[in-house]
């Protein structure tokens, strides 16, 4: 299926119903909790809970690393349409067991997937990009998810919406992330079904991969690179409108 195709025909997947009949997108925001508390006092996942829990069609739980099964059982899963994932130095105490039920999730059921900044290194966003290279007979060369150089330099980052009129950039225009951790490509995955937002750097017009697309299966995975866990990227509000809209977008299976 052209990547047009996929765009163009996109079923509803059976989230949750509120108390009025409303479709609830029932989210699971998951940390590892390295994040420093005096920049993310609930953490990552915290803040995500508290800007996406206030929109009336979305229900956020929240788990953590250190949760039994590390958050990710099956009937936690089970309960989820999307699933939000920062990690940043704890990738390799995920287990495996998890990863391939998150990836069963993703890919038999439709549970869209959105890590987030460097959960470009976690062990699904790993296998799900080693998978949609093999399947596509185009194996990576090198490691999953890696990009050529990362600086956290504070930079300020010009964000370029490069799909105007696609559901997750509905409501945003072009705007400016004043401090950023830089990564440069390129990036180790494979061509993604379409690329959302491009970021340039001050004084290096780089076309970055800040918002990539890709289909798995019945789900679909958008990483979101903008964000580190010492900037207060995920109060801005254009970041915050993306992942609204991304939620919302990715709680839709073929």
Same mark, same amino acid.
């Given at each position: 299926?052209? =990547? #047009?195709?996929f765009f %163009?025909f996109i079923f509803p997947l %059976?989230?949750g !119903?509120g108390? @009025?009949? =409303?479709?609830t997108v029932?989210?699971?925001?998951? =940390? @590892?909790?390295?994040?420093?508390k *005096? !920049?993310y006092?609930?953490?990552?996942?915290?803040?995500?809970?508290?800007?996406l829990?206030?929109?009336?069609? &979305?229900k956020?739980?929240?788990?953590?690393?250190? /949760?039994? *099964?590390?958050?990710?059982t099956e009937d936690?899963?089970?309960?989820?349409? &999307?699933?939000?994932?920062f990690?940043?130095?704890?990738?390799?105490?995920?287990? /495996? @067991?998890?990863?391939?039920?998150?990836?069963?999730?993703?890919?038999e059921?439709?549970?869209g997937?959105l890590?987030?900044?460097?959960?470009h290194?976690?062990?699904?966003f790993?296998?799900?990009?080693?998978t949609?290279?093999? /399947?596509?007979?185009?194996?990576?060369?090198?490691?999953p998810?890696?990009?050529?150089? !990362?600086?956290?330099?504070?930079?300020?980052?010009?964000?370029?919406i %490069?799909?105007?009129?696609?559901?997750?950039t509905?409501?945003v225009?072009?705007?400016?992330?004043? $401090?950023?951790?830089?990564?440069?490509?390129?990036?180790?995955?494979?061509?993604?079904?379409?690329?959302i937002?491009?970021?340039?750097?001050?004084n *290096?017009m $780089?076309d970055?991969?800040?918002?990539?697309?890709? #289909?798995?299966? #019945?789900?679909?995975?958008?990483?979101f690179r903008p964000?580190?866990e010492?900037?207060?990227?995920?109060f801005?509000?254009? !970041?915050?409108?993306i992942l609204?809209?991304?939620?919302?977008?990715?709680?839709?299976?073929?």
């Amino acid at each position: 299926m052209s =990547s #047009k195709l996929f765009f %163009a025909f996109i079923f509803p997947l %059976a989230v949750g !119903v509120g108390a @009025e009949g =409303s479709k609830t997108v029932r989210v699971l925001a998951w =940390s @590892e909790r390295t994040e420093p508390k *005096d !920049v993310y006092p609930q953490g990552i996942n915290g803040q995500f809970a508290a800007f996406l829990g206030a929109e009336g069609d &979305v229900k956020v739980t929240v788990a953590n690393l250190s /949760d039994p *099964d590390q958050g990710l059982t099956e009937d936690a899963l089970a309960m989820t349409d &999307v699933l939000i994932w920062f990690g940043h130095k704890q990738h390799a105490l995920v287990t /495996d @067991e998890n990863v391939e039920r998150i990836m069963k999730h993703i890919r038999e059921r439709g549970m869209g997937f959105l890590p987030i900044h460097s959960a470009h290194y976690a062990k699904p966003f790993q296998r799900i990009m080693k998978t949609i290279a093999f /399947d596509r007979g185009k194996p990576l060369e090198g490691t999953p998810g890696k990009w050529a150089k !990362v600086a956290n330099s504070g930079a300020r980052e010009t964000i370029h919406i %490069a799909a105007p009129g696609h559901p997750i950039t509905k409501g945003v225009k072009d705007f400016e992330i004043p $401090q950023t951790e830089v990564y440069w490509n390129p990036f180790i995955v494979p061509a993604p079904d379409l690329k959302i937002l491009e970021g340039r750097y001050a004084n *290096d017009m $780089q076309d970055g991969s800040d918002g990539l697309l890709w #289909k798995f299966g #019945k789900g679909k995975v958008f990483y979101f690179r903008p964000g580190h866990e010492t900037y207060p990227i995920y109060f801005q509000p254009e !970041v915050q409108q993306i992942l609204k809209n991304a939620v919302r977008f990715l709680a839709l299976a073929e």
